[in-house]
């Protein structure tokens, strides 16, 4: 019927007449009954096709319409181990103004789920590394029992279930920061909580409660031996969460250098449009995959994103040939070129995506050292004690700090309620590499600096 063959549609009506007379229904009858059917198989089938997918179609609009952060939970429960839809699906939340939470050993479920807020729990089954098994079993524990730390966890749940690699999943994305002081220390005890484990393996044997003493102190700090873990920095924190969430989760490498390039791209990707023709952007390199085309020549297919969107693009032979040094993914680079839509990811996506034709690639450093004439320290956070702090370390850099600079270091500070920018002096003159510009933030903290 579907195929609508018209002699096998020939045969089986003798069939069917055949058959109805059998069970006593008159030819006539039967006749009238399979016209029904052959008419159905020249225009019906698919008319029954259309009729279900509209209202499979009126469906969904409805419960993304009235009832959104379900929707987008229930959408995202069903790509749990395809974390590029997810983090495609992530950002069409933020889109319709939808907050989805970090994962949190203390409310996540399996999968994705909205709470009272109407915030949308993040699914532990969507943290690379993170067994079934080991989430289920957490689950199961948590049914009856809270978390007060780590340790605690520790001594509740069976956590060489998981393994070393589960916990360190956990800890990567977050899902322990409401047990610990920061994320630093979390990764720190990972180790000790193992250790721990095996001790409270064999204190459910029947050895003494290890937990005892520390329970009748109420003023112990499991984290005591910790507090002097350094900080883990920015990067690190993000290349963490890309390690466990296969994407940047709480920001974006390319968003926590905006006030260094944002003179450097023409829009960032989430700013492109089909009226756009040709840009400027600065992306962090994902993927890069070289082939030769037809001719035995080699190019190259790449994808990059900014914390707005992602992008593919295509790489020449000459452009090949000119920048493939600088081809290494998780670096922050400059593409230029003629863009377009991507039709095929478009329609994976179901949002409009857009590929380049990269005509040049730069890095930060090189586009910092010829283009930069100044560098802006923002220290009007910063009590004047501790701004005359810094710039006593400031002066105290090594020589090479300070050589053959070609860019003015301005201060931004508070006086008397208003803001005032400081020149200083010649002497301190740098080239603004990417190792300087992270020593200056060093000195006055993350977001600090801007290039001009």
Known sequence: MGKKKVEEMEQQRQIFVDGCANKEIRKVTAEKIFDLIEKFAGYGFNKSHSAAYAMLSYQTAYLKTYYPEHFMAAVLSTELSNTDKINTLISECKELKINVLQPNIKTSNKYFNVNKNLDIEYGLGAIKGLADSFIEHVLDVRQNKSFKDLFDFTKKVNVHLGGKRSIEALTKAGAFDELTPSRSIALACVDDMLREGQKNSAQMEGTTDLFASIEENLNFDPYAKYVNTKELSNEELLNNERDALGFYFSGHPVIAIERIISN?????????????????????????????????????????????????????????????????????????????????????????????????????????????????????????????????????????????????????????????????????????????????????????ITIN
């Open 264 to 448: 450097m791209r023409s829009h960032s990707i989430g700013e492109i449009n089909d009226e756009l023709k040709r840009v400027r952007i600065v992306g962090l390199l994902n993927s890069y995959r070289q082939i030769k085309d037809r001719s035995r020549k080699q190019v190259a297919f790449i994808s990059f994103d900014d914390g707005t969107g992602s992008m593919e693009g295509v790489v020449n032979t000459g452009v090949l040939e000119r920048h493939h040094l600088l081809l290494k993914t998780n670096s922050i680079l400059i593409f230029s070129g003629s863009v377009e839509l991507d039709d095929y990811r478009s329609k994976e996506l179901n949002r409009r995506m857009y590929k380049m034709k990269v005509a040049t690639i730069s890095s930060i450093e090189s586009q910092m050292t010829q283009e930069s004439r100044a560098i802006i320290i923002d220290a009007r956070n910063l009590s004047n004690e501790s701004i005359q702090a810094s710039m006593r370390d400031l002066r105290n850099l090594n020589g090479d700090f300070w050589q053959h600079g070609n860019c003015k270091v301005h201060l931004k500070i508070l006086h008397q309620e208003s803001e005032a920018i400081i020149e200083l002096g010649d002497e301190f003159m740098l080239i603004p590499s990417n190792e300087n510009i992270k020593l200056l933030q060093g000195l006055f903290g993350d977001g600090s």
